[in-house]
């Protein structure tokens, strides 16, 4: 027998594993079944070369719990130990000393684990005493057992072993007795060991007998050694892709399609991409791919390794090139990691062109879908964009397809303005915005359709990016100054005039909280609808983009903007004019007199001033001047009041408003009764 102490600097190694690695103790399954698959393999390999000449026979690893006594035993078929290797590898851990360790290593516990040859350790975290039953695969070899209480202290016995290989026996303490649950277990496995590439047996299968579940006689394998990830794509048909998604995510509908990476330089990759089925903006969920090594899942936190947009993807990669921190759970940012990123952006970049070429009638089936994922790639990563604008698509709102490249072809001759600007029009909701998109239909003009999340910035992006270029939604502005060809139309109305038309609208505007519309006339033709609202293009994305932007939430908080625009052209805008000039003529006369005359008497006061040096101007004269000027604003008051006290009475005035409000879905509560029961008036 040999006893001794573990080669360590200091006593105290144990319960500072035990302190530092127990928030994340589950782990030590990993590591136990990742050093029998180890053992396995390295048995495999001798065989291969011909170092070992026996029967490999039956390489199962096996998982069992014996909750009589407390344990839980993890055992393999693979090379096994002599108490000397025991002794170099197990008894001596590379340690420089636990004051340096504690300092380096106190903000991240999962760096212990590989670093410091600690994966064995890890079993320590769950347990009182660790005991290794082993025997070498050498011949004459002699099966020894070890055993640690989680002191410092070993004990080394020689032991009756039958086959080669290694049992780790692990005895649980008594604040992880969870460990000796087949339902905890059976989720451990499921979750770190399904696709390790040795068989992993952990208890029996089950079937249904007299009412309830029994063990059969057979071994119940949770992993699969030779998932589709590690098999040559031109062996696999649609449905195995689609069956191994279904394992991987059994509670998702049908992937869009798939990228399989496979590449051995100038790193070791494979791996398999899905594009998920995405029915709304909820669905999006990052932390979907899993990371692999050589079978043995690490992480399903990619970022770094895989662009930031394709994290929307689902999936498998496997890498042994992947550089990992010691406990295998995150990832270290260098060049090698850049490379693998860069290689994945281009892999799946020539997919979606190939099968945007291949089949473009099946691809536009699926845009809809895929367009999240191909604008936020172009959004966030440049040179995919660069990638990907000959296969990203526009819609318009009739259903078609085009690239880029083919519709400013398409609109250039009808779209293009009076300065040379090519003037993309688009709507977000085809209903509410129907009766703007049917206006600029009849100008022979395209309408895209955007409704997407991402559309906001892609329109600001695709102004920057396509030359000579502009974007505005259809509802921005009157259809004859969406796309100005020639100079507007002055309208024919004299300022007055136009002042009394202004004034009758706006006086009757309905108070709206938080928005802001402004009235305005102009000749836009008798055909024209008589009164249109729009919004500011400027303004509405500034607010849809300041859902997204922390530091533009400013724009969030300012009022809705609009333009009322009167139709000067209309007759039933002129007949509102002529009524009110009818109606408010006599009242006004007297007022315009006045107006007319106090303005008079301003611009003598004014010219008189102009002669003099500003210190020669008396306190008297200035004041004369300022009480001339409140008595324009008195008298220009008591017009507007004059034509909106007339204005409240007329039916044509409130019905055009609330019509214009309406068609932009504006018109709610107490206001809409009215407009419906002044409509079912107005036609008895």
């Known amino acids: 027998m040999q006893k001794g102490n573990i080669g360590v600097t200091t006593e105290n190694i144990f319960p500072v594993i035990k302190k530092f690695l127990y928030s994340d103790h589950e782990i030590f399954l990993r590591e136990m079944v990742s050093n029998a698959v180890d053992a396995t393999q390295k048995l495999k390999t001798l065989a291969e070369r011909g170092d070992f000449k026996g029967d490999l026979g039956d390489l199962t690893i096996q998982v069992n719990i014996d909750a009589a006594k407390g344990t839980l035993t993890f055992s393999d078929r693979g090379i096994g130990m002599t108490a000397e290797e025991i002794d170099k590898?197990?008894?001596?851990?590379?340690?420089?000393?636990?004051?340096?360790?504690?300092?380096?290593?106190k903000d991240n516990a999962n760096a212990i684990i590989g670093h410091f040859g600690l994966g064995f350790y890890s079993a320590f975290m769950v347990s009182d005493k660790v005991e290794i039953v082993t025997k070498s695969y050498k011949d004459d070899a002699v099966a020894v057992k070890w055993s640690c209480d989680g002191s410092p202290e070993y004990e080394i016995t020689e032991t009756e072993k039958e086959e080669r290989g290694s049992d780790i026996i692990l005895h649980l303490a008594e604040d992880c007795k969870e460990f000796l649950e087949k339902e905890k277990i059976q989720g451990l496995l499921d979750k770190y060991c399904k696709f390790m590439p040795v068989p992993i047996a952990f208890g029996k299968k089950t079937e249904w007998k007299d009412g309830k579940q029994v063990d059969t006689d057979e071994a119940n394998i949770i992993n699969d050694s030779e998932p589709m990830w590690s098999k040559s794509p031109s062996s696999l048909s649609d449905e195995d892709y689609k069956t191994f998604y279904r394992k991987l995510y059994p509670m998702q509908d049908e992937p869009l399609f798939w990228?399989?990476?496979?590449?051995?330089?100038?790193?070791?990759?494979?791996?398999?991409?899905y594009f998920p089925r995405v029915k709304s903006n909820i669905d999006l969920q990052r932390n979907k791919i899993q990371l692999y090594c050589n079978q043995v899942f690490v992480t399903d936190q990619v970022e770094g390794i895989v662009p930031e947009f394709l994290t929307l993807l689902h999936g498998v990669i496997d890498s042994p090139d992947i550089p990992l921190n010691v406990s295998r759970s995150y990832?270290?940012?260098?060049?090698?990691?850049?490379?693998?990123?860069?290689?994945?952006?281009?892999?799946?970049?020539?997919?979606?062109?190939?099968?945007?070429?291949?089949?473009?009638?099946?691809?536009?089936?699926?845009?809809?879908?895929?367009?999240?994922f191909i604008n936020y790639g172009m959004l966030s990563q440049e040179d995919f964009y660069d990638r990907a604008k000959d296969f990203a698509l526009l819609k318009d709102t009739e259903g078609k397809y085009f690239t880029y490249e083919e519709y400013a072809t398409l609109i250039k001759e009808n779209q293009t303005d009076k300065n040379d600007t090519l003037v993309y029009l688009y709507a977000n909701n085809v209903e509410d915005q129907y009766s703007y998109i049917e206006a600029a239909k009849a100008k022979g003009y395209s309408v895209l359709l955007m409704d997407g999340d991402l559309d906001t910035p892609m329109v600001s992006m695709l102004e920057q990016k396509l030359e000579k270029s502009r974007f505005t939604r259809v509802d921005g502005d009157v259809i004859d100054r969406l796309i100005v060809k020639e100079d507007k139309k002055e309208s024919e109305l004299s300022d007055e005039d136009t002042d009394i038309l202004s004034q009758a609208f706006r006086s009757q505007l309905p108070a709206m909280e938080k928005t802001n519309i402004y009235v305005e006339v102009q000749a836009l033709g008798a055909d024209t609808?008589?009164?249109?609202?729009?919004?500011?293009?400027y303004m509405r994305r500034m607010k849809d983009i300041s859902r997204y932007q922390s530091g533009m939430a400013f724009y969030g908080e300012m009022p809705d903007t609009y333009s009322m625009v009167l139709n000067s052209d209309h007759p039933l805008v002129k007949r509102v004019l002529d009524e009110e000039n009818a109606g408010c003529a006599e009242a006004l006369k007297p007022v315009k007199a006045e107006i007319?005359?106090?303005?008079?008497?301003?611009?003598?006061?004014h010219q008189e001033q102009e002669k003099k040096k500003p210190e020669e101007v008396t306190q008297e004269e200035k004041d004369d001047v300022a009480d001339t000027e409140k008595k324009v604003r008195e008298e220009n008051e008591k017009k507007k009041q004059i034509v909106s006290d007339h204005a409240k009475g007329n039916d044509v005035i409130h019905q055009l408003i609330d019509l214009a409000l309406l068609q932009n879905g504006m018109l709610k509560g107490a206001a809409l009764a009215a407009f419906l029961k002044r409509s079912v008036d107005m036609i008895k």
């Open 529 to 537: 609808q008589p009164v249109v609202i729009t919004q500011s293009e």
């Open 331 to 372: 990832l270290q940012s260098d060049a090698n990691v850049k490379k693998i990123s860069t290689y994945i952006t281009k892999k799946v970049a020539d997919r979606l062109n190939s099968i945007f070429k291949d089949d473009r009638k099946d691809y536009e089936s699926k845009w809809d879908d895929l367009k999240i």
């Open 89 to 105: 590898y197990i008894n001596q851990i590379a340690f420089s000393g636990v004051n340096d360790f504690l300092d380096k290593y």
């Open 596 to 605: 007319k005359g106090l303005e008079a008497r301003l611009a003598i006061l």
């Open 259 to 273: 990228i399989h990476l496979n590449v051995d330089f100038p790193f070791n990759l494979t791996g398999i991409l």
